[in-house]
């Protein structure tokens, strides 16, 4: 309690610059190591946020390897297809996990992944922001109040109509398109926050069935990259850039799931929550930056008359970014010292998962699967 939280990054690409900062925000924190499998890469990562200090490795395992790093914690920030190896790795050596979104790639890694955090008794937590922001919050309250009464149908998803993250014409990247680095495109980088947005608020119930579909119609063309120079990207592309799903869940609630990183329209639709007293409507945002795109509605009677009523969108004073990432990092600093439990854990994320990866399963056999959960 009295000491500064000991913390390592293990990945030091874009997303890693979020966390990093939000935690050098933290007076109680102090970074010390990072490790990244690009040579020099941790070395120019720190000299750009001014972190002075902190030793640097060239790979995950040689940083976790070092006892006299004394590290509480790290997070890892590594491409989605090592997100359960690296995390496991740091959770069997004793270190408190942040995992960034989506927790991995199938449902198998995220079970390894929680039977590694029961053993070590350590917290995994996972990286979803938005859950810190107050208008996101309000939806929970808005379910969890009885307003909307028993709920059956959701429609959710989103996403950009021209956003494949391929990074810039001065410095693009090709870890996010990759089947061998992501694995998952538009469903695990995006999709993921949707479904949890809706998901934590019902609070998790178990997904049963899912029929699935993903496509990649324009990851795959070059003219989609017309005016950017990055055609030899639709060479490289090996995810999808749209997915929908009709999921059913426990409790005889319809999910009905959609999400791009490209398409011809601005918004495949308003996030809805319809219930037997009431629905919400919840504004779309052309990109998942962790809030909603703008005032909520409810719809309900009153005095047996159909009525509209206005959630005025909550305003703070700090940057939506900066905000929701204080909160993130703060909740699980917090969790560390106080001996506290996973501020977004792992135990729901698991049916995020488990859905995205029935999704995936579900579009390569073209039938409606199962959601198949290993017992822990």
Request: proline letters at 5%; hydrophobic letters at 35%.
């Amino acid at each position: 309690m009295d000491r500064k939280l000991r913390v390592g990054i293990i990945g030091c690409g874009g997303i890693a610059n979020s966390h990093a900062k939000a935690y050098l925000r933290q007076p109680d924190v102090k970074i010390v190591a990072g490790a990244d499998l690009v040579e020099g890469k941790t070395a120019k990562f720190f000299e750009n946020l001014g972190v002075e200090g902190a030793k640097c490795y060239n790979s995950h395992t040689e940083m976790l390897a070092d006892e006299s790093l004394k590290l509480d914690a790290v997070s890892v920030c590594t491409y989605n297809c090592t997100h359960a190896e690296c995390t496991i790795a740091a959770l069997e050596k004793g270190i408190h996990v942040l995992l960034e979104k989506p927790m991995c790639v199938t449902t198998e890694e995220a079970v390894d992944m929680i039977r590694a955090e029961k053993k070590s008794g350590k917290l995994l937590s996972l990286g979803f922001q938005p859950r810190f922001e107050p208008n996101m919050q309000m939806i929970k309250k808005i379910v969890q109040s009885g307003e909307l009464g028993e709920i059956y149908y959701i429609q959710t998803g989103g996403g950009r109509r021209c956003g494949i993250p391929v990074g810039t014409l001065e410095n693009p990247k090709d870890t996010f398109v990759r089947e061998d680095t992501a694995a998952l495109g538009a469903v695990g980088d995006i999709g993921c926050y949707s479904l949890d947005m809706v998901l934590n608020a019902l609070g998790y119930p178990k997904p049963l069935r899912v029929t699935g579909y993903k496509s990649n119609f324009f990851g795959t063309n070059p003219d989609y990259y017309a005016g950017h120079d990055k055609a030899d990207m639709s060479q490289k592309f090996g995810v999808d850039d749209f997915a929908a799903a009709f999921i059913r869940l426990e409790g005889g609630i319809i999910l009905d799931f959609r999400i791009a990183w490209a398409m011809h329209l601005d918004t495949p639709g308003d996030t809805i929550i319809m219930g037997k007293k009431g629905s919400l409507r919840i504004p779309s945002t052309d990109c998942w930056n962790g809030a909603p795109g703008g005032a909520m509605t409810i719809y309900h009677d009153v005095g047996g008359r159909p009525t509209q009523t206005t959630v005025p969108l909550i305003t703070y004073n700090k940057p939506l970014g900066e905000y929701i990432w204080d909160g993130k990092i703060r909740s699980f600093v917090d969790a560390i010292k106080n001996g506290g439990s996973a501020p977004v854990p792992s135990s729901e994320i698991l049916y995020n998962q488990a859905i995205i990866d029935s999704i995936c399963k579900s579009a390569e056999l073209g039938m409606e699967v199962e959601v198949e959960i290993p017992e822990i």
